[in-house]
């Protein structure tokens, strides 16, 4: 199957700072990546849609200046969270498509635990 | 809007068989997809219905019931390792490229 990477996997940062998460397609092209969050024992919520090529579209109540997403090229998609808080403290995945024509079956990247002191 | 549910929690025991079931409201539907997840890893795809009916992989299956908003996951033969969380998903229902998914059932398997 469709194989995506996640960098770092885990990373623990001083409030403040800013870290970026680099979510790859390592076998297929994605014009299309998707960026999660997930907090212990809840459901994954989506914060933001990448385009390759284009803006981000981010959903409803996640800011977009403190989740600054970057979409490079068809097999990179870039997360930075800036100036991080604790309550920024998470779970990050991402993930993409197979093909782009349907999102019925998403392939996720292994996750980015990160910690905010 | 959009909604999935599904039980919290089920509990079986090993060799047994489970049926997590999950109803959905949406306005636009396309299918209904399952995932897997372990503690700590990231979402596994299992399978994807689009149609009425069952769809068998191994020794999980999924059923859809379009008229009555319904599915399930079914896992024959549990083993300990299928402890997981298992989610429920539609996509969005302006026919978008957003994943919609259900709060997750967290299975436990016992010995």
């Known amino acids: 199957g469709a194989v995506v990477s996640q960098h770092p996997s885990r990373v623990i940062c001083k409030s403040g700072t800013s870290v970026k998460i680099e979510c790859r397609s390592l076998?297929?092209?994605?014009?299309?990546m998707f960026w999660y969050r997930q907090f212990p024992k809840q459901s994954l919520m989506l914060m933001a849609t990448s385009n390759e090529g284009s803006k981000a579209t981010y959903e409803q109540g996640v800011e977009k200046d403190k989740f600054l997403i970057n979409h490079a090229s068809l097999t990179l998609s870039t997360l930075t969270v800036t100036s991080a808080h604790p309550e920024d403290s998470s779970f990050y995945i991402c993930?993409?498509?197979?093909?782009?024509?349907?999102?019925?079956?998403?392939?996720f990247g292994p996750g980015t635990r990160l910690t905010v002191l | 809007g959009q909604s999935l549910e599904q039980p919290s929690e089920v509990t079986a025991v090993e060799g047994a068989i489970v049926q997590i079931n999950c109803t959905y409201q949406?306005?636009?539907?396309?299918?209904l997809s399952w995932y897997q997840q372990h503690d700590g890893g990231a979402p596994t795809f299992l399978s994807y219905?689009?149609?009425?009916g069952l769809e068998e992989t191994g020794r999980f299956s999924s059923f859809l019931s379009r008229s009555d908003s319904y599915g399930y996951l079914l896992l024959q033969e549990l083993q300990m390792k299928d402890s997981a969380s298992y989610f429920c998903?539609?996509?969005?229902?302006?026919?978008?490229?957003?994943?919609?998914f259900g709060a997750g059932t967290r299975l436990f398997v016992k010995a």
């Open positions: 993930s993409a498509p197979r093909d782009s024509s349907s999102t019925d079956t998403q392939y």
């Open positions: 219905n689009a149609l009425d």
């Open positions: 949406t306005s636009g539907f396309y299918g």
């Open positions: 998903a539609v996509r969005d229902e302006d026919g978008g490229f957003k994943t919609i």
């Open positions: 076998d297929f092209q994605a014009t299309t």
